[in-house]
C-alpha cells in the first residue's frame, strides 16, 4: 500500500483528502504544517507528498525547497494542492522549486487521483531534480518575496472588498432598525392618544376603575415609546446624530414630572417612593432629547432598587450649570464596572434570569445626549446602598455648543 503524506493547517481540509485518499487504498500520514511534514518525511519517508502552500511555522514553498534539497527526499514526487496561490507566477515559481505538480483547491476527487496515480507511475530521477533545484539564493529569496507580496497585496485587497461589503450591511442593518422603530412608534402614539382621550371623558365617562385601566395603558405605551426612542437613537447614523435636532428654552421641572410618571405605576408595584421635585429651571436645548435622558436615568433607578426602597429626582442651578439629579437606594455598581456601564449594550446582569429588563443601551444614549448638549453624566455609587447619577447642563447664561 502506498504511503501519502498530506499537509495542511486546515483540519477540515486534512479530513477531506484523508478520507478520499484512504477510500482508494491509499494509506496516510498527517502533517499540519511544513517542519511537521519534515519531520515526519525524515523519519520515514512517504511514497508521496500533498501539502497546502499557505501554513504556519513553515510555509508549502519552503518545505518544497527543503524537501529537494534533502537527499533522503529529493527523489519523492511532490505536489501542491493550493486555494491561496492561483496565479500563473504561482504556479511557475512552485515548478521552479521543483514541485512536480500543482493543484488548485477545490478540484474533483478524480483529477487529485489521477494526478496522484501518475506521479507513482512516473516518479522523477534524483538527478532531475538537481537541476531544478540549483537556483541561486538570492534570486530564491527575490521571486519568494515577489510571490508572498502580490499575495499580501491580493490578501489586503480582499479585505477592502469585505470591509465595504461589512459596511453596506451594517447601514441596510441600521435603516431596517430605524424603519421598523418608526413604524412601531406610529400605532404606539395611537394607543396612547386614545387611552389618554378615553381617561380625560373627552369621549365620555368612564368610571374610576376604567380611569385606572386607562392609565395603565397610558403609562406601558410611555415604556414602550422609551425604548423606542432609544432604539430610534441608536439607529440614527452618528452623522445624523451630531448636532442637537430642535433647540428651545423648557423648563427642566416639567421634563422631570413627565418623566417621574412615566413609572408611576412601576414603582407603585415595588412599594418605591418616588420624590420629585419639579424646580422653576429653565435649560436650553432639544427638550424631547433630555427628557430621554432624564427617563433613561429614572427608569433605571426604578429597576435596580429593590422593594421599598427610595428614590430622588431634582434639579439644581448654579451659575454655569443645571445638575439633574437622580439617586436611588438600590444595589449599587461596584467601582470597577462604573466606566463601562456608559459603553453601549454593557449590562452588570447578563444572564438570563436577570430581573430587570432593558437593552444596555439606556446610560450610553444619556451620555451621547448629555454630550451633544456641551455637558456630562457623572455617577457615585456603593454597592448595596445606591447610586447617584448626576446629568450636567450648562447654564442658560453660559456659552452655547
Ligand atoms: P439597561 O438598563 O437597559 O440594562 P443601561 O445602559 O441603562 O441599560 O444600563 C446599563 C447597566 O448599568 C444596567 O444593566 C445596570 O447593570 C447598570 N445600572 C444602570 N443604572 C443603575 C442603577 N441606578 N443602579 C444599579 N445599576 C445600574
Not at 511544513?34 to 511514497?47: F, S, T, V
Not at 405605551?221 to 451630531?242: P, T
Not at 413609572?263 to 427628557?291: F, Q, W, Y
Request: charged share 25%; hydrophobic share 40%.
Amino acid at each position: 500500500m502506498k504511503r501519502i503524506l498530506i499537509v495542511d493547517d486546515k483540519v477540515e481540509n486534512l479530513y477531506l483528502l484523508q478520507s478520499l485518499l484512504q477510500g482508494n487504498s491509499f494509506s496516510v500520514v498527517t502533517a499540519e504544517h511544513g517542519a511537521e511534514a519534515l519531520e515526519l518525511a525524515r523519519k520515514q519517508p512517504p511514497d508521496l507528498i500533498v501539502t497546502d502552500i499557505l501554513m504556519p511555522v513553515m510555509d508549502g514553498f519552503t518545505l518544497c525547497r527543503e524537501w529537494r534539497k534533502d537527499p533522503l527526499l529529493t527523489s519523492i514526487p511532490f505536489a501542491f494542492y493550493t486555494a491561496t496561490y492561483t496565479d500563473a507566477k504561482d504556479e511557475e515559481f512552485a515548478l521552479k522549486l521543483g514541485a512536480d505538480r500543482f493543484i488548485t483547491k477545490p478540484s474533483e476527487p478524480q483529477v487529485i487521483l489521477s494526478v496522484i496515480q501518475s506521479l507513482l507511475e512516473n516518479p522523477r530521477s534524483a538527478t532531475a531534480v538537481h537541476d531544478a533545484t540549483g537556483e541561486h539564493d538570492i534570486n530564491y529569496l527575490k521571486e519568494y518575496n515577489e510571490v508572498l507580496i502580490r499575495k499580501l497585496e491580493d490578501k489586503a485587497e480582499d479585505l477592502e472588498r469585505k470591509n465595504a461589503e461589512l459596511r453596506a450591511i451594517d447601514i441596510m442593518k441600521d435603516n431596517l432598525l430605524m424603519n421598523v422603530t418608526h413604524e412601531l412608534r406610529t400605532p404606539l402614539i395611537v394607543v396612547r392618544g386614545y387611552a389618554e382621550l378615553m381617561k380625560s371623558e373627552r369621549s365620555g365617562p368612564v368610571t374610576e376603575q376604567q380611569k385606572k385601566q386607562c392609565g395603565s395603558i397610558l403609562e406601558n405605551a410611555d415604556q414602550l415609546l422609551h425604548m423606542v426612542d432609544n432604539l430610534i437613537f441608536m439607529s440614527e447614523s452618528s452623522a445624523r446624530r451630531k448636532s442637537i435636532r430642535k433647540v428651545e428654552d423648557f423648563s427642566i421641572g416639567e421634563v422631570l414630572a413627565t418623566a417621574c410618571d412615566c413609572v408611576t405605576t412601576k414603582a407603585l408595584e415595588r412599594n418605591l417612593t418616588i420624590d420629585c421635585d419639579p424646580a422653576a429651571i429653565i435649560v436650553h436645548g432639544d427638550r424631547n432629547e433630555v427628557l430621554q435622558a432624564i427617563f433613561n436615568l429614572i427608569d433605571n433607578a426604578v429597576k435596580f432598587t429593590p422593594k421599598g426602597g427610595r428614590i430622588s429626582v431634582h434639579a439644581v442651578s448654579s451659575t454655569d450649570a443645571v445638575r439633574v439629579i437622580v439617586e436611588d437606594t438600590g444595589i449599587g455598581i461596584a467601582p470597577e464596572q462604573q466606566q463601562r456601564i456608559f459603553e453601549r449594550f454593557f449590562q452588570v446582569d447578563t444572564s438570563t434570569t436577570r430581573q430587570a429588563g432593558g437593552l444596555g443601551l439606556g446610560l450610553s444614549i444619556v451620555r451621547e445626549i448629555a454630550q451633544r448638549h456641551a455637558g456630562r453624566i457623572e455617577l457615585t455609587s456603593e454597592p448595596g446602598k445606591g447610586s447617584v447619577f448626576t446629568l450636567v447642563l450648562p447654564a442658560l447664561e453660559s456659552p452655547r455648543p
